[in-house]
């Protein structure tokens, strides 16, 4: 039977920008490491000094933890950073006290919002008129304007005040750019396409060092920091992104499931979104796999197997027992014995730290998503248009964010306990707004070219069928669904958090990174498109003003 089962090859994906050659330099080179780590290390002294220093103006020492945040070394003074930040917060800072500018009062909001408190967006009533509206002297106030469109992505539900301030920002902002200086109108073009609080932080680190080393006011210490330990931190990148690659090819999953999009490269380059700092180098190795077994799974049900071949393999994947592989149509074997294979070498390699029982919560996610697959596939074999809220239901658990989420969890040692899982496992309201994020993010821009090919209704088509709306105002409402989904991130983050902030802050990544894949366009698909983005990331180090002793 398994013989004579046919495929229908329906995808035709972009081929792959990398190839594992690439990535053949990238062995280890402990001594630039070990360079950089003596430097870093020295340098940490100096700022954690800044950071503690007891005389420091609040408000100062709030823009200093700004800038560590986005220059990306926050991670060296967690603990300095937090206590800080209690202690600031507990003065209750009354903005209104001193003449703070416009500038000054949406970096603090922001900080406190994004370090998990909750301070009043009232503060910015006093930068209005008595109409309600944004003063007219702040017209031409670029840093101001700039610094209330960041602040104003924090927003929560009902704060409709901030809502009115990222309207005003946005208008503002477009005027303003073509009359600023060349370095400052780049950085407010990026921002407008990609919000700080909206971004992968690697990426945004990688690019505020630029512009902040053009800033006069720049601390020449941070500025150094910045620059070794992201030098330092690619290092370890870049050894991964070599081992990745090499099980990839060892694999032959390229040639073996040649329908599939090849995306190691971009696989790994998702995982360092979620989790950048040097300690997660487990979690991102376990992740870079999951999802890339996933990435083929899903052009397996979506572009290439029969409604026949699916079923028998979603059958299996439930069963999750060897003994269902004779079942499966030859080319799907291997697939899933390699899938058995590596939740087994997962839950052997956390047995030894009594953290195995995280497997059993990640392979449980993955069987519903392919059960989702399953339902879409068998839509399509039907030629069934599902409603948006039926489509709805199960669309979110094939976005695979659920299954992604609990994944991530897994190489994150102690804090992913049992609790945690077990709370994910439950469909928290961040949870289900990351699902929502990516769903209908993906839908807008994929939706033109599954057109172009035999492929399930998206999300799209199944609202304007069930509202009698136009594509184009289906995805207007589709930017306000997602708008409102990000403000139930925000409110989950909000203190006291369900779960640790560090779990949390994987579950915020994650939606990060759809912003960058599928704003636009889908370019998980249309790979070239994040070419850029790899680059810098993982090929081009910082130049440095002096030469680093062994490197």
């Known amino acids: 039977m398994a013989g004579i089962i046919t495929v229908l090859p329906l995808g035709h994906f972009p081929e792959t920008v990398w190839v594992c050659k690439d990535f053949a330099s990238f062995s280890s080179n402990d001594s630039a490491f070990k360079s950089y780590t003596k430097q870093v290390d020295e340098l940490k002294m100096q700022v954690k000094d800044m950071l503690i220093n007891p005389a420091t103006d609040p408000v100062e020492k709030v823009k200093l933890i700004d800038s560590l945040c986005r220059l990306g070394v926050s991670y060296h003074f967690k603990s300095e950073i937090e206590d800080q930040m209690n202690r600031v917060f507990n003065l209750k800072l009354n903005l209104d006290d001193r003449d703070y500018d416009l500038y000054t009062v949406a970096l603090v909001f922001r900080v406190f919002r994004q370090h998990g408190y909750k301070m009043s967006s009232e503060v910015f009533n006093k930068f209005k008129n008595d109409d309600g509206n944004f003063k007219e002297s702040l017209a031409n106030d670029v840093n101001g304007i700039l610094s209330l469109y960041e602040a104003a992505h924090l927003s929560l539900h009902g704060e409709d ?22 370095h400052l109108a780049k950085h407010i073009a990026v921002a407008l396409q990609h919000p700080f609080h909206f971004s992968i932080p690697r990426i945004k680190s990688r690019e505020y060092i630029s512009f902040y080393e053009e800033l006069e006011s720049h601390n020449e ?18 050894q991964e992104l070599n081992e990745v690659s090499r099980w990839f090819e060892d694999l032959k999953l390229a040639s073996r499931y040649a329908y ?15 989790y950048f700092e040097p300690q997660y180098r487990h979690a991102r190795i376990i992740l870079t796999k999951i999802i890339k077994l996933m990435s083929i799974m899903d052009d397996t ?4 197997a029969t409604i026949d071949a699916l079923r028998i393999l979603t059958d299996a994947i439930e069963r999750w027992d060897i003994s269902a592989i004779d079942q499966l149509p030859d080319y799907m074997k291997f697939l899933y014995n390699t899938l058995l294979n590596l939740y087994g070498e997962f839950e052997t390699e956390l047995e030894s730290e009594g953290r195995s029982y995280g497997v059993s919560y990640a392979r ?10 399953h339902i879409e596939a068998e839509w399509l074999n039907k030629g069934y248009v599902p409603s948006f809220d039926e489509y709805m239901e199960n669309a979110l658990i094939s976005s695979g964010y659920h299954a992604v989420a609990i994944s991530s ?8 306990t049992m609790e945690a899982f077990e709370w994910l496992k439950g469909f928290p309201k961040i949870d289900k707004a990351a699902q929502i994020i990516c769903r209908l993010m993906d839908d807008i821009t994929s939706r033109v070219d599954e057109k172009k ?17 136009s594509e ?5 409402n589709f930017q306000k669904m997602t708008a409102s989904a990000w403000k139930d991130v925000n409110e989950e983050c909000m203190r006291p958090t369900s779960v640790s902030t560090d779990l949390l802050t994987r579950i915020v990544n994650l939606v990060r990174v759809i912003d960058i894949l599928y704003k636009g366009e889908d370019k998980y698909t249309n790979c070239e498109s994040l070419k850029g983005y790899i680059k810098s990331l993982f090929f081009e180090s910082i130049p440095m003003e002096e030469a680093i002793e062994g490197n």
Not at 161 to 182: G, H, I, K, M, R
Not at 223 to 238: E, G, P, S, T, Y
Not at 364 to 373: C, G, N, S
Not at 472 to 476: G, N, S
């Open 260 to 274: 599939a999009r090849a995306r190691i490269t971009e696989v790994y380059m998702w995982t360092v979104a979620v």
């Open 301 to 304: 049900y979506d572009s290439y």
């Open 364 to 373: 449980d996610a993955l069987k519903q998503m392919m059960k989702a697959y």
């Open 409 to 416: 969890f897994l190489g994150m040692e102690e804090i992913a």
């Open 221 to 238: 210490v941070l500025l150094k920091l910045a620059k070794i330990d992201f030098n330092r931190v690619q290092l370890l990148h870049q």
């Open 161 to 182: 005040n901030l809502d009115q301030a990222l309207s005003y920002t946005v208008a503002q902002l477009d005027l303003l750019a073509s009359q600023c200086e060349p």
């Open 453 to 469: 090919r035999n492929h399930v209704a998206t999300s799209v088509e199944c609202y304007m069928k069930q509202y009698g709306l």
């Open 472 to 476: 184009e105002k289906t995805v207007e």
